[in-house]
């Protein structure tokens, strides 16, 4: 059986009680969150997203 690889990224690296970033390629969707508190977002509201990081319309605060 060939998986899809699934990535996460933690969003406070030094614990494992943080939110985090689960990118799953085989549903072509991202979840960002923690448990009780998710966002979901499809391909091409992810993409969109890193666009907009990417050319700086979207940047720290």
């Known amino acids: ?3 899809q690889p699934k990535f996460q ?3 406070c690296p030094t614990c494992g009680a943080c939110p985090e970033v689960v990118l ?3 549903k072509e969707a991202v ?3 923690e448990e009780g508190n ?5 391909k091409k ?6 666009e907009k990081i ?3 319309e979207l940047r720290k605060i």
């Open 24 to 26: 799953d390629v085989a």
């Open 54 to 56: 990417q050319t700086g």
């Open 45 to 50: 509201a992810w993409n969109t997203l890193v």
């Open 9 to 11: 990224v933690s969003l």
């Open 31 to 33: 979840a960002i969150g």
């Open 38 to 42: 998710l966002v979901q977002l499809n």
């Open 1 to 3: 059986m060939n998986q």
